[in-house]
């Protein structure tokens, strides 16, 4: 595996602005004084990535009770992300990375291993940016199934 960019707790999270699936732009600027929750996923609609994004819907509540807001990114396009939100009663904003350039800069793109191969792709992740836009926890290659569960507890909500 090669040596590419992981962020850890502490380091400045890397700005982004990318469009939701209606096509706004939404920054991490936009968030600034607020606590996200931002988490990076390989597609819209399949299996892995339906499970978590209802599992970050039905803990929604209490996740922006405790003061988080949450973000997915993933590199399917504005229209694809507008089905899959449409399709799962997603509450929260869905972000495009077409080019991968967001994901790359997270660490959250690169090699990983899938079936004992080693491929480039999307490498499931989640981060935790505190008010003054650092990190504050940086997980790589989480588990779809019981991720946001493991997230709650951590976080204490």
């Known amino acids: 595996m090669s ?12 700005e982004f602005s990318l469009p939701d699936a209606d096509g706004n732009a939404v920054s991490l600027s936009d968030y600034r004084g607020r606590s996200v929750v931002v988490y990076f996923y390989p597609a819209a609609s399949t299996p892995g990535c339906t499970k978590e994004a209802c599992d ?6 209490a996740l ?12 399917d396009k504005p229209e694809k992300l507008a089905k899959f939100r449409d ?8 972000l495009s990375d077409v080019d991968k350039s967001v994901m790359t ?4 793109f690169g090699e990983k291993k899938n079936y ?3 491929v480039q792709g999307v490498i ?4 935790v940016v505190d008010p003054e836009g650092k990190i504050a926890k940086a997980m790589y290659n989480v588990k779809a199934t019981g991720h946001v569960e493991r997230l709650r507890r951590e976080l204490g909500v």
């Open 3 to 14: 040596d590419q960019q992981r962020l850890a707790p502490g380091d400045e999270a890397p």
């Open 56 to 61: 970050f819907r039905d803990n929604l509540a």
């Open 64 to 75: 922006n009770d405790a003061g988080f807001h949450v973000l997915g990114i993933s590199p």
């Open 87 to 94: 399709a799962e009663k997603l509450t929260f904003p869905l």
């Open 105 to 108: 800069r997270w660490g959250a």
């Open 116 to 118: 004992g191969r080693i």
């Open 124 to 127: 499931r992740s989640t981060f």
